[in-house]
């Protein structure tokens, strides 16, 4: 991943936050024009997230592709969708994860996270999905998610996430669930992975990553299907996003 197209730019991330002396006020007109989902927060919860934002890089080192473009706006928009997972929780503006890679078409996946380290997302998707709420899309939100469930170890956790996951398991087959299927196909690129037949693609890791994608994309749905794993989302987020979204 550290090929040798890859650079840091700590210049960038450092310029944008100290040479435009970047502010919650700043921090706020920039989320309010790249977030779809910020514009319906309440004030008190923008706050939170612009003030999440701006702590976020600290101790962090983001490397991008050189394709990578638009890379203030995504430099918020990762930080700002990553507070809406972990800002709730004890997560310290998630001070575990050190490195971020922003990529251009160089992963065989949209994205990852691993261990609490490191996340890698492909910037377009990132910045697409800010732009307008894709219901059941958000690939900031799917990584973070990983990240605090590694952290907290909170998938399987609750009686709401056990039951989902069978609810879900068994909706798969039908393909017609509020929550998108867990397993995307790879693309066919030649550094794509190869999975044995029998890997579990299905797990309940990846469920509380997808049934979040969910929570903050269409939550309305997720409360109707979903009553009890909603009510647990709303404690772990701190957000009630049906109210907010409708
Ligand atoms: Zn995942």
């Not at 669930?177 to 066919?188: G, N, Q, S, Y």
């Amino acid at each position: 991943m550290k090929g040798r197209n890859f650079k840091d730019i700590q210049d960038t991330v450092s310029h944008w936050m100290h040479g435009q002396g970047l502010d919650r006020s700043r921090m706020h007109a920039t989320l309010v024009q790249s977030m779809a989902v910020y514009r319906h927060l309440p004030g008190k919860y923008q706050q939170v997230i612009c003030d999440f934002v701006l702590r976020f890089y600290r101790h962090k080192t983001v490397f991008a592709h050189p394709a990578v473009k638009h890379r203030d706006t995504l430099l918020a928009i990762t930080a700002s969708n990553a507070a809406l997972v972990g800002a709730a929780q004890q997560t310290n503006c998630f001070a575990s994860v050190q490195w971020i890679y922003f990529c251009a078409k160089d992963l065989p996946v949209e994205g990852d996270a691993q261990n609490t380290t490191t996340v890698r997302l492909r910037a377009k998707t990132c910045l697409k999905e800010s732009r307008v709420i894709t219901p059941g899309s958000n690939l900031v939100v799917h990584e973070f998610a990983h990240i605090l469930d590694a952290l907290l170890g909170i998938s399987g956790s609750t009686a709401a996430l056990r039951d989902g996951f069978d609810q879900y398991m068994g909706n798969l087959a039908s393909a017609d669930d509020v929550i998108a299927d867990c397993f995307t196909p790879l693309e066919d690129t030649p550094h794509g992975i190869e999975f044995t037949e029998d890997a579990d693609l299905h797990t309940e890791v990846e469920f509380f990553a997808v049934a979040t994608e969910a929570f903050f994309t269409h939550p309305y749905r997720l409360k109707e299907s979903y009553p009890a794993l909603y009510r647990d989302f709303v404690s772990i987020y701190g957000l009630d996003m049906a109210d907010y979204l409708g």
